[in-house]
């Protein structure tokens, strides 16, 4: 792999890391078609690019039940402390963001009706939908942050910019 990733500059907006990271990625993924490959990087870059992540990570449609009727979650590639496995696209912020299929911004995961706590240190998440270029659901990237009132607008354009660019061009 000749690439070379930048550290993000000092200083550096959130927004200017946002496409700063989506180039990293985009040069590291160049002509790599496996999905889990695509995920594990974009886990890895963006989570180094933010520190104060407290879980970055990927859950994706279980192709199995969905085949059986049933609308289900499974964990992804991830970073940071153990994930649940399994999330129904009735439960949680997660399964909000796949039933509706928008990102969900969640100032306070505690005000959230129906939040899996799969660990008690977060405080604020956002959830983005993932569609592939037939623009089908494969999975959502969610990101938790143990400070309150982590994500934006700035990070919802970021991410989905991302996302659609990694896995429905
Ligand atoms: N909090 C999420 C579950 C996933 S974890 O945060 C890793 C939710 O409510 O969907």
Request: with cysteine.
């Amino acid at each position: 792999m000749d690439v070379v990733l930048q550290i993000p500059v000092a200083g550096a907006s959130k927004s200017e890391i946002y496409q700063d990271v989506k180039r990293d990625i985009l040069a590291v993924l160049d002509g790599e078609p496996n999905r889990v490959a695509r995920m594990a990087t974009c886990v890895c870059l963006l989570s180094q690019a933010f520190p104060d992540w407290f879980w970055t990570g990927f859950y994706v449609v279980d192709e199995v039940k969905k085949a059986q009727g049933t609308d289900e979650l499974v964990v992804g590639p991830y970073n940071g402390t153990l994930g649940c496995l399994r999330i129904a696209f009735s439960r949680g912020v997660c399964g909000a963001a796949a039933a509706q299929q928008t990102t969900q911004i969640v100032p306070d995961v505690h005000a959230f009706p129906g939040h899996i706590a799969c660990d008690t240190r977060s405080n604020s998440e956002i959830v983005v939908p993932v569609v592939n270029a037939r623009n089908e659901l494969i999975a959502v990237f969610d990101v938790d942050s143990e400070q309150f009132g982590t994500f934006d607008e700035v990070d919802q354009a970021g991410l989905e910019a991302i996302m659609t660019a990694v896995f429905a061009a």
